[in-house]
C-alpha cells in the first residue's frame, strides 16, 4: 500500500476521533454536565490534532516524510501524555492520588453569611475527584485513558512505520 495513502488513513482516523471528541464534550456540556479543571486539561491534544492531523496527511500526500514522521510522532507523545494525565485523573475520580486542589481540594468556608452568597454567585466548583457521567461503568477520564493510548499508538506506529 501506498505510504501516503496509509498515512492519510492513520490521520483521518486520528482526526475523526478528535472531532467525536470534542463534539462529544460540546454536547456533554449543552446538557448540563460541566467538565472539571482536569477534563479541559485532557481536550487539549484533540485540539491539537485537529492542526497536526491535516498536517500529517498533507505532508506525507507532498512527499515531505520528516515533516510527515514529525507530526505523527508529535501526535503519538502528545496523546500518550494525555493517557498519562488521564490515568491520573482517573485515580483522582477513585481516590487513589489527591487532585489538584482547585478541584477536588476541601471547600473553604465563609466567615460570614454575606461572604458565603458572595462566593455563591461567583464560584462555580466542579470537582475534579466526583464524575458525574458514567458510561458502561467508566468515566469520561476512565474512557480517555484508553482512547488516548489508542490514539497515541496509532500516530506512533504511523510515525515510525514511515518510509522513504
Not at 500518550?80 to 489538584?100: D, M, T
Request: aromatic share 12%.
Amino acid at each position: 500500500m501506498d505510504c501516503a495513502l496509509e498515512s492519510r488513513n492513520a490521520s483521518l482516523l486520528i482526526l475523526a476521533a478528535a472531532v467525536a471528541a470534542i463534539g462529544g464534550a460540546w454536547i456533554y456540556e449543552s446538557l448540563g454536565y460541566l467538565p472539571c479543571e482536569l477534563c479541559y486539561k485532557e481536550r487539549i491534544p484533540y485540539y491539537a490534532a485537529f492542526a497536526l492531523a491535516p498536517l500529517a496527511a498533507f505532508t506525507a500526500q507532498m512527499g515531505r516524510e520528516r515533516l510527515a514522521r514529525a507530526a505523527f510522532l508529535l501526535m503519538a507523545l502528545i496523546f500518550a501524555g494525555n493517557a498519562i494525565l488521564s490515568l491520573y485523573h482517573s485515580g483522582v475520580e477513585w481516590k487513589v492520588f489527591a487532585g489538584p486542589s482547585d478541584c477536588s481540594g476541601p471547600l473553604s468556608t465563609a466567615s460570614s453569611v454575606a461572604e458565603f452568597m458572595k462566593q455563591l454567585q461567583t464560584t462555580k466548583v466542579v470537582r475534579c475527584d466526583e464524575p458525574n457521567l458514567w458510561i458502561f461503568g467508566l468515566t469520561l477520564a476512565n474512557w480517555n485513558v484508553a482512547i488516548s493510548a489508542a490514539l497515541a499508538a496509532l500516530a506512533g506506529y504511523a510515525g515510525w512505520a514511515r518510509r522513504p
